[in-house]
């Protein structure tokens, strides 16, 4: 089992659809957690990050994080063609102990249809 | 805004054959990282630096890998020879430092191909 499980699609949504991304962990000990969109041919870019549990809002993407579940969550609001890329989870426990380098989920790949 | 730079953004090359990439991170930033993504899956690491010092290399096939960051600004990945498990997009990122909350800026990526 790896450490980061990211369903790799691929997800269709029309315009304006509500997106829901999802990761889950087994690593306890990573603390924080990271969206990085990554466009075809391009490298990834980081979108939203949070530490620990909880929700982070930012314009039209939210990202939540259950440590007790284990589980990540990226949700698009009234998403746009724009939006469609490939979709990458993250995270990294603290620096100095030995889960401090990042851990990569597969990736999901978007569309976002007109 | 300032970018990570890498070079070549694409090379073909023959199995057998040494291929070599060129890293240039953010100004200021110490900390330098190679990944390697294979298509359809999550980068990984393969090499970090701490300015010009080796901070992790345990994923890095250094039988046929090197990497270096000799002024501690910006870096070379090197692959010889190389065989077609090899092709990959192979990409550079940097940080300020390692800290929980340093944010990985990650450059455009050499996409290699082996044949």
């Known amino acids: 089992q790896k450490e980061v499980e990211q369903d790799p699609g691929p997800l269709s949504v029309p315009e304006g659809a509500i997106v829901s991304l999802n990761c889950t962990y087994s690593?306890?000990?990573?603390?924080?957690f990271m969206w990085y969109r990554q466009y075809s041919r391009k490298g990834p870019e980081l979108l939203m990050y949070?530490?620990?549990?909880g929700n982070k809002e930012d314009g039209r993407f939210t990202a939540q994080v259950d440590k007790s579940s284990k589980y990540i969550s990226l949700f698009i609001r009234d998403s746009q063609p724009s939006d469609s890329a490939t979709y990458l989870c993250?995270?990294?426990?603290?620096?100095?102990?030995?889960?401090?380098?990042?851990?990569f989920g597969k990736g999901t790949l978007l569309t976002v249809n007109p | 805004e300032a970018e990570v730079a890498q070079s070549p953004r694409y090379k073909i090359t023959e199995k057998s054959q040494a291929v070599a990439f060129w890293c240039d991170p953010i100004?200021?930033?110490?900390?330098l990282y190679w990944y390697r993504q294979i298509l359809g899956q999550g980068p990984e690491l393969l090499v970090q630096?701490?300015?010009?010092?080796?901070?992790?290399d345990s994923q890095l096939p250094k039988d046929r890998f090197s990497a270096e960051r000799l002024k501690g600004v910006d870096s070379t990945l090197k692959i010889q020879p190389a065989e077609l498990g090899d092709s990959a997009m192979y990409l550079c990122?940097?940080?300020?430092?390692?800290?929980?909350?340093?944010?990985?800026?990650f450059g455009p990526g050499t996409r290699l191909l082996v044949l």
């Open positions: 630096f701490q300015d010009e010092s080796v901070v992790d």
């Open positions: 100004s200021g930033h110490a900390t």
């Open positions: 990122a940097s940080s300020l430092g390692t800290g929980g909350w340093e944010t990985q800026y």
């Open positions: 993250a995270m990294k426990g603290d620096s100095g102990g030995s889960n401090y380098k990042l851990t």
């Open positions: 949070t530490y620990s549990s």
């Open positions: 690593n306890s000990a990573f603390q924080y």
